[in-house]
């Protein structure tokens, strides 16, 4: 990608709504500039229309790759639980259901996360495997004779929730609906994923109480009637850390579903669209697929950095690259500038599938935060684009991808592609 510097450094103003509007090289430009010349600056916040919470008094950024890991280690210092880990500081009853254990810090989220990391061991992943390729081979199937389709919500969309929804056993039936309500909550930004004029916590939180609703009937079934599912270990109260209580559940499954859904598909769209525009990376990777995979994945989720940012506030006065803060002071770590950092990553604007090494902190930087899903969302990118690459080989985007309208999440809502048709099971 060609960057372009259009803003001077007095000019760049992220917390400008208009900022997140302007294409992806003016952006990326911007960034050069504040890490090159003003690596940490202080905006100013400014009220959000249809959001009734006031304005806050502003935030540090940090755009270098090396203030980002600090502040990422240094937990104690740079906390997630006063206000939350958005920008705005949530009200009680929001940071309730969107909360949960991101927003918390130790010794509750260590507790929680041991709890729920019972989830994600190597033995609950591979439990998973075999879904994750079935519904892959699903997924191409119901587009392979069309010959083309929305590759966003036909092929990236569909995997990483069915395969959150397997995790908790929600029915298929469920399926759409949780994917509506989590749309809802993470397009807050975005006009189209909530009607004119409603109001944007209110279609949040009834979002989210929707979902807590359907988690609260999961919990109720599975104290009836245990399954093998995730709802059923984090129930089992047997176990030497406790188990979940009904709030901390439903609040759980919204940040599962959440952090597990929009991500993965966005590193998937994003990667498509990358493996089409430097085709020499895409011809590379299909000639040695499984030995190209581990690296193709890292520099996919570098490449498409699906989380923007994180917050943190200080819990003392500090000092981080140079710069004084106070305690209460908060902090944005912009991922996806410390993903292009110049000092740490050779052409950071060049996409490389073989990249090595690629110290990227897609999933967040080295701390008690780091992503928890991250092997399991490699496992859902790599098994897709095995199928895609394989199955669909001359599969090419055929329009601009329609990007959301965000500073939080770099999401694609639609992408046209089109391919040689061919037959299901093929
Ligand atoms: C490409 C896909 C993904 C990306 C880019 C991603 C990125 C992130 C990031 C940046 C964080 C915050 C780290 C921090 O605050 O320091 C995070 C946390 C988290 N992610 Fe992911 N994620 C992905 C997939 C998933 C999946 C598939 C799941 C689960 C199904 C998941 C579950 C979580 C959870 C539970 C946390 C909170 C961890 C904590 O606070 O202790 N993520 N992720």
């Keep these: 990608m060609d960057i372009k510097?259009?803003?001077?450094?007095?000019?760049?103003?992220?917390?400008?709504?208009?900022?997140?509007?302007?294409?992806?090289?003016?952006?990326?430009?911007?960034?050069?500039?504040?890490?090159?010349e003003r690596p940490i600056p202080f905006f100013k916040e400014r009220d959000i229309?249809?959001?009734?919470?006031?304005?806050?008094?502003?935030?540090?950024?940090?755009?270098?790759?090396?203030?980002?890991?600090?502040?990422?280690?240094?937990?104690?210092?740079y906390c997630s639980g006063r206000g939350a880990t958005s920008i705005a500081d949530?009200?009680?009853?929001?940071?309730?259901f969107f909360g949960g254990l991101?927003?918390?810090?130790?010794p509750r989220h260590g507790h929680q996360r041991r709890i729920v990391s019972r989830g994600f061991t190597p033995r609950a992943l591979a439990k998973l495997e075999a879904g994750v390729e079935r519904r892959a081979d699903e997924i191409i199937d119901r587009v392979i004779e069309r010959g083309e389709c929305d590759f966003v919500n036909d092929i990236a969309a569909p995997l990483p929730l069915g395969i959150i929804c397997d995790m908790m056993g929600i029915p298929e039936s469920q399926q759409q609906m949780v994917f509506e309500k989590t749309n809802t909550i993470l397009g807050l930004g975005d006009p189209e994923f909530v009607s004119g004029g409603e109001n944007l916590i209110m279609a949040a939180l009834g979002a989210g109480s929707e979902l807590g609703a359907l988690m609260n009937e999961m919990v109720d079934m599975r104290r009836k009637k245990p399954?093998?599912?995730?709802?059923?270990?984090?129930?089992?109260?047997?176990?030497?850390?406790?188990?979940?209580?009904?709030?901390?559940?439903?609040?759980?499954?919204?940040l599962l579903v959440v952090a597990g859904n929009e991500t993965t598909r966005n590193a998937v769209s994003h990667g498509m669209k990358a493996l089409c525009d430097y085709p020499d990376q895409r011809r590379k990777w299909v000639a040695d697929f499984d030995a190209l995979s581990s690296t193709a994945i890292e520099e996919i989720v570098r490449w498409a950095s699906p989380v923007i940012h994180m917050r943190r506030t200080c819990t003392r006065d500090t000092t981080l690259g140079g710069q004084d803060m106070k305690e209460g002071d908060k902090v944005v770590l912009w991922y996806n500038s410390g993903n292009r950092d110049e000092r740490v990553f050779e052409e950071p604007h060049r996409f490389d599938i073989s990249r090595k090494p690629n110290e990227h902190i897609g999933f967040g930087g080295p701390g008690p935060h780091f992503c928890l899903g991250a092997n399991l969302a490699r496992r859902e990118i790599r098994v897709l684009f095995d199928r895609i690459l394989h199955r669909l080989p001359d599969l090419e985007i055929t329009g601009p991808p329609d990007?959301?309208?965000?500073?939080?999440?770099?999401?694609?809502?639609?992408?046209?592609?089109?391919?040689?048709?061919?037959?299901?099971?093929?």
Aim: net charge negative.
């Design 5 to 36: 510097k259009v803003q001077t450094a007095d000019e760049i103003d992220l917390a400008d709504p208009a900022f997140w509007l302007r294409p992806p090289e003016e952006r990326e430009g911007a960034f050069a500039t504040l890490r090159a």
């Design 49 to 77: 229309p249809d959001v009734p919470i006031p304005a806050g008094p502003g935030y540090w950024s940090l755009t270098r790759h090396a203030d980002i890991l600090e502040a990422s280690r240094r937990a104690d210092v």
């Design 90 to 96: 949530l009200p009680a009853e929001l940071n309730e």
């Design 102 to 106: 991101i927003n918390m810090d130790d």
């Design 227 to 254: 399954s093998d599912d995730l709802t059923s270990a984090l129930l089992n109260a047997d176990l030497e850390d406790g188990a979940l209580n009904a709030e901390d559940f439903a609040s759980f499954f919204v």
């Design 403 to 426: 990007r959301l309208q965000s500073n939080f999440i770099n999401g694609i809502k639609r992408m046209p592609c089109e391919f040689t048709p061919g037959k299901p099971g093929s």
